[in-house]
């Protein structure tokens, strides 16, 4: 059997993979088993922050591996304090829980809330206000979350508690919180698998003034849009905001599988020993990684991201065959004339790797992409884009 025979044999049907086998990587580029190159503009879905390989990153990681690569949080190491420390001092946050993934991220931000309200108002004060068309993760609680029905189908019953309010419509929320037993609002201030939109800053301010007159957990699911992806160190920072539970995960990490709830003021001595834990949480191999990652995101290299948004937005912006431009940073949708499906196909096709989000081409470059690789890359998504071709879904 070749790989893609033994995966599609023996891997769970999970996954609608690109017919390619990727090898290797270097910087913004992969090579798959027959050694053809791609510019990959995926950023393993915004998880390779400073690309593939990347030597400081590499370093970071191994010196880790040959002093220790696993302890138990039953002893202490020091990247994961280290760690926890400068996304404290970052962010103005208290402390920090470590898990594995985004979805773990988001359990301990909504274990977090209950236990908030639980204390506060009552044990009946748990319900969860997330938005209509967000994505919070694949567990039943964080599926739960989702605000999509198409998540939800064939999995019921889901953890209850969950209620959706529409995007960039404060009332919706008002209502919501009016007439539920709330604990928190959640949502992305860039939806990301909702297809890449921005939420209205008026309406962000407007959802934290809210939570804070209801008394409600203010929590920003900072998984896919965190860490230097829009533009600033976190993606809340564009917003003038302070919540009170930051979720992150995907590019922390870097590459290696890290999630951390950033708990603030209001939650920071939520926690009590044996009330949360992960085995694997704080690992100290990912942490050397993320610290690496976190002090790398350095003003100069935030300045980098928007700079190479700038250029993205402005090179898209009216270009044939592209009907609109959204997101922020280096997590950009493409509403593309031609079906988004095809699009990627061809793209890769020339050499290229781009994913979809909903309808949409997205683009998540590593945050030090070369310029000169992503005009490369931006020449051959505007070229695929204006082709004029008979469309097979
Ligand atoms: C990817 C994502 C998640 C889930 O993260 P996993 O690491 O896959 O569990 C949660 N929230 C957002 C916004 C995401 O983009």
Same mark, same amino acid.
């Given at each position: 059997?070749?790989?893609? =025979?033994?995966?599609?044999?023996?891997?769970?049907?999970?996954?609608? $993979?690109?017919?390619?086998?990727?090898? $290797?990587?270097?910087?913004?580029?992969?090579?798959? =088993?027959?050694?053809?190159?791609?510019?990959?503009?995926? @950023?393993?879905?915004?998880?390779?922050?400073?690309?593939?390989?990347?030597?400081?990153?590499?370093?970071?990681?191994?010196?880790?591996?040959?002093?220790?690569?696993?302890?138990?949080?039953?002893?202490?190491?020091?990247?994961?304090?280290?760690?926890?420390?400068?996304?404290?001092? $970052?962010?103005?946050?208290?402390?920090?829980?470590?898990?594995?993934?985004?979805?773990?991220?988001?359990?301990?931000?909504?274990?977090?809330?209950? /236990?908030?309200?639980?204390?506060?108002?009552?044990?009946?004060?748990?319900?969860?206000?997330?938005?209509?068309?967000?994505?919070?993760?694949?567990?039943?609680?964080?599926?739960?979350?989702?605000?999509?029905?198409?998540?939800?189908?064939?999995?019921?019953?889901?953890?209850?508690?969950?209620?959706?309010?529409?995007?960039?419509?404060?009332?919706?929320?008002?209502?919501?919180?009016?007439?539920?037993?709330?604990?928190?609002?959640?949502?992305?201030?860039?939806?990301?698998?909702?297809?890449?939109?921005?939420?209205?800053?008026?309406?962000? /301010?407007?959802?934290?003034?809210?939570? $804070?007159?209801?008394?409600?957990?203010?929590?920003?699911?900072?998984?896919?849009?965190?860490?230097?992806?829009?533009?600033?160190?976190?993606?809340?920072?564009?917003?003038?905001?302070?919540?009170?539970?930051?979720?992150?995960?995907?590019?922390?990490?870097?590459?290696?599988?890290?999630?951390?709830?950033?708990? @603030? =003021? /209001?939650?920071? @001595?939520?926690?009590?020993?044996?009330?949360?834990?992960?085995?694997?949480?704080?690992?100290?191999?990912?942490?050397?990684?993320?610290?690496?990652?976190?002090?790398?995101?350095?003003?100069?290299?935030?300045?980098?991201?928007? =700079?190479?948004?700038?250029?993205?937005?402005?090179?898209?912006?009216?270009?044939?065959?592209?009907?609109?431009?959204?997101?922020? @940073?280096?997590?950009?949708?493409?509403?593309?004339?031609?079906?988004?499906?095809?699009?990627?196909?061809?793209?890769?096709? /020339?050499?290229?790797?781009?994913?979809?989000?909903?309808?949409?081409?997205?683009?998540?470059?590593?945050?030090?992409?070369?310029?000169?690789?992503?005009?490369?890359?931006?020449?051959?998504?505007?070229?695929?884009?204006?082709?004029?071709?008979?469309?097979?879904?």
């Amino acid at each position: 059997m070749n790989i893609k =025979e033994a995966d599609q044999s023996y891997i769970a049907n999970t996954y609608a $993979r690109f017919p390619v086998v990727i090898t $290797r990587g270097e910087g913004s580029r992969v090579w798959d =088993e027959e050694g053809r190159c791609y510019l990959d503009l995926s @950023g393993g879905i915004a998880v390779n922050t400073f690309g593939h390989s990347d030597a400081a990153w590499v370093q970071a990681v191994t010196e880790q591996l040959r002093q220790v690569q696993h302890t138990s949080n039953l002893y202490y190491t020091a990247p994961a304090a280290r760690l926890a420390e400068a996304l404290c001092s $970052r962010t103005g946050m208290k402390k920090v829980f470590f898990s594995n993934s985004g979805a773990e991220a988001n359990e301990c931000a909504i274990k977090a809330a209950r /236990r908030y309200a639980a204390e506060k108002r009552g044990q009946e004060y748990y319900t969860v206000v997330t938005l209509k068309n967000s994505f919070h993760g694949r567990t039943l609680t964080t599926l739960a979350a989702t605000g999509q029905d198409t998540f939800h189908q064939e999995f019921t019953p889901l953890t209850e508690g969950f209620v959706y309010a529409d995007a960039n419509n404060t009332e919706s929320v008002r209502r919501l919180i009016e007439e539920h037993k709330c604990a928190a609002v959640l949502l992305e201030v860039v939806q990301g698998e909702g297809g890449v939109n921005a939420l209205d800053a008026d309406f962000v /301010r407007e959802v934290e003034a809210l939570c $804070r007159e209801h008394d409600l957990l203010f929590m920003c699911d900072e998984v896919q849009v965190g860490n230097g992806r829009s533009g600033m160190l976190y993606g809340y920072m564009n917003y003038g905001v302070q919540p009170d539970v930051v979720t992150t995960a995907k590019g922390l990490g870097g590459g290696l599988p890290i999630g951390a709830t950033l708990l @603030g =003021e /209001r939650v920071a @001595g939520i926690f009590t020993p044996g009330s949360h834990g992960s085995t694997f949480g704080g690992n100290p191999v990912c942490c050397a990684g993320a610290l690496n990652v976190l002090e790398r995101l350095d003003e100069a290299c935030l300045a980098g991201v928007r =700079e190479r948004s700038a250029y993205i937005f402005q090179a898209l912006t009216g270009a044939e065959g592209v009907e609109s431009v959204s997101g922020m @940073g280096l997590m950009i949708g493409v509403k593309t004339v031609r079906p988004a499906g095809n699009v990627i196909s061809d793209c890769m096709a /020339r050499g290229l790797l781009v994913i979809k989000a909903k309808d949409k081409v997205r683009l998540l470059p590593a945050l030090n992409i070369p310029m000169e690789e992503l005009k490369e890359a931006i020449g051959i998504l505007l070229a695929v884009c204006a082709e004029k071709k008979e469309e097979t879904v």
